[in-house]
């Protein structure tokens, strides 16, 4: 079977260290690798609309933001077809095949819908209210509309953050219920979710569960070194660690949760050689005497390590945003072929092919001779 890797971000922001740990900084390893027969990268601009239908604007400019945050930590387009989900119609034909076979109960209980629900307040709270009126059909049924996008490819491996993992489980679902009741035409998705624990869900610089836009928590990929600087030294550390000599907490301590999920021991090496291992570090800090100035600089010296190349891409490639636009053209034009044949052959198999089913066409003219 062949190898197809496909994911997606939806453009309500700019990217920042939450996508880069949970998702982008293995699409880049993936895509160097190149075990695979075909990569895609997409901006997921009509499942951004489902809950800022009013607001367009701000997805259209975003869709030019995140392009440049993909293109910036190193996606090739040489390498990874980079397209725009709304450019993709076939996408949508599919969604409605798909809406048949899942019921409202199965879409209640999709995890991340309901999360999601009560955290935008389309409702009043209480989960009588959390379905209710307020919730725009199309929100509701994204995931229906999701596991069209990663159907449409016939996907094999979704690289996502760990919420993402009921819209995975629930494409499997439509897949299964589409082949066993059409005929085998769609491949069964398998989530690749990033192996180190801590990446699956940074927190946010305020110590907060998970870094996001609404809470005013992230570092982004485009932030200049003066923000990050600013950002890193006002970090959430433990705050019953008082004073140098104090024992401190590294558990819940946002700046050692970074540096598991960034800092390696050659990071030490150049940066902070009094340590060899994080491990050592973290003990000193624990037995007290070891300031939270002196971790948060070497911190920072590690994420400027990383975000400085990817900044300087970004530079480069806001100088000729044209271009950016013809990688997505180019990248959607390639994406629509690819769903246009499984669309294709979806039909086949659902039998909705008309003028290409001779069969019937015979069939129907001997019924009425
Ligand atoms: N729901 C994803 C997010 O919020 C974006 C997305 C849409 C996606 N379609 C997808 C991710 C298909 C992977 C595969 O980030």
Same mark, same amino acid.
């Given at each position: 079977?062949?190898?197809?890797?496909?994911?997606?971000?939806?453009?309500?922001?700019?990217?920042?260290? $939450?996508?880069?740990?949970?998702?982008?900084?293995? %699409? /880049?390893?993936?895509? *160097?690798?190149?075990?695979?027969?075909r990569?895609? /990268?997409?901006? &997921?601009?009509?499942q951004?609309?489902?809950? *800022?239908?009013?607001?367009?604007?701000?997805?259209?400019? *975003?869709?030019?933001?995140?392009?440049?945050?993909?293109?910036?930590?190193?996606?090739?387009?040489e390498?990874?077809?980079? #397209?725009?989900?709304?450019?993709?119609?076939?996408?949508?034909?599919m969604?409605?095949?798909? +809406?048949?076979?899942v019921?409202?109960?199965?879409?209640?209980?999709?995890?991340?819908?309901?999360?999601?629900?009560?955290?935008?307040? #389309?409702?009043e709270?209480?989960?009588?209210?959390v379905?209710?009126?307020?919730?725009?059909? $199309?929100?509701f049924?994204?995931?229906?509309?999701?596991?069209a996008d990663?159907?449409?490819?016939?996907?094999?491996? /979704?690289?996502?953050?760990?919420?993402?993992?009921?819209?995975i489980?629930?494409?499997?679902?439509?897949?299964?219920s589409?082949?066993?009741?059409?005929?085998?035409v769609?491949?069964?998705?398998?989530?690749?979710?990033?192996?180190?624990?801590?990446? %699956?869900?940074?927190? $946010?610089?305020?110590?907060?569960?998970?870094? +996001?836009?609404?809470l005013?928590n992230?570092?982004?990929? +485009?932030?200049?070194?003066?923000?990050?600087? =600013?950002?890193?030294? +006002?970090?959430?550390?433990?705050?019953?660690?008082?004073?140098v000599?104090?024992? $401190?907490?590294?558990?819940?301590?946002?700046?050692?949760?970074?540096?598991?999920?960034?800092?390696?021991?050659?990071?030490?090496?150049?940066?902070?050689?009094?340590? =060899?291992?994080?491990?050592? /570090?973290?003990?000193?800090?624990?037995?007290?005497?070891?300031?939270?100035?002196?971790?948060?600089?070497?911190?920072?010296?590690?994420?400027?390590?990383r975000? &400085?190349?990817i900044?300087?891409?970004?530079?480069?490639?806001?100088k000729?945003?044209?271009?950016?636009?013809?990688?997505?053209?180019?990248?959607?034009?390639? &994406?629509?072929?690819?769903?246009?044949?499984?669309?294709?052959?979806?039909?086949?198999?659902?039998?909705?092919?008309?003028?290409?089913?001779?069969?019937?066409?015979?069939?129907?003219?001997?019924?009425?001779?």
């Amino acid at each position: 079977m062949k190898k197809v890797i496909l994911t997606g971000d939806r453009p309500t922001g700019r990217l920042h260290l $939450g996508h880069y740990v949970g998702s982008l900084r293995n %699409r /880049v390893i993936i895509q *160097n690798e190149g075990d695979y027969d075909r990569m895609f /990268v997409f901006i &997921a601009d009509v499942q951004a609309l489902t809950d *800022n239908a009013a607001n367009p604007e701000k997805v259209r400019q *975003n869709v030019l933001e995140v392009a440049l945050d993909y293109l910036s930590v190193g996606l090739d387009p040489e390498k990874v077809t980079i #397209f725009i989900q709304s450019q993709v119609p076939q996408l949508h034909e599919m969604t409605q095949f798909f +809406s048949n076979l899942v019921t409202v109960a199965r879409l209640q209980r999709n995890p991340t819908v309901k999360t999601e629900i009560k955290m935008r307040g #389309f409702g009043e709270e209480g989960e009588q209210q959390v379905f209710g009126s307020g919730v725009p059909v $199309g929100f509701f049924t994204y995931p229906i509309s999701q596991a069209a996008d990663i159907a449409a490819f016939k996907s094999t491996i /979704v690289p996502v953050g760990e919420d993402q993992e009921p819209m995975i489980e629930q494409t499997r679902e439509i897949v299964r219920s589409f082949n066993s009741t059409y005929g085998e035409v769609l491949v069964e998705p398998q989530i690749l979710l990033p192996g180190n624990l801590v990446c %699956r869900r940074l927190p $946010g610089t305020d110590g907060k569960a998970k870094m +996001s836009k609404s809470l005013g928590n992230c570092i982004y990929l +485009s932030d200049t070194p003066e923000e990050l600087k =600013k950002k890193v030294m +006002s970090m959430f550390t433990d705050p019953g660690h008082l004073k140098v000599e104090d024992p $401190g907490k590294v558990e819940g301590n946002t700046v050692f949760t970074y540096m598991d999920a960034f800092a390696t021991d050659e990071d030490l090496a150049r940066f902070w050689p009094e340590y =060899k291992t994080l491990e050592e /570090v973290k003990e000193h800090y624990r037995r007290g005497g070891l300031g939270d100035v002196k971790c948060k600089k070497f911190l920072l010296a590690v994420l400027e390590d990383r975000l &400085a190349p990817i900044r300087d891409r970004r530079h480069a490639y806001e100088k000729d945003i044209p271009r950016v636009y013809e990688i997505l053209r180019e990248g959607s034009a390639a &994406a629509r072929e690819v769903a246009a044949q499984t669309l294709r052959e979806m039909k086949d198999a659902m039998k909705i092919n008309y003028f290409d089913d001779q069969d019937l066409i015979l069939e129907q003219s001997r019924k009425y001779q």
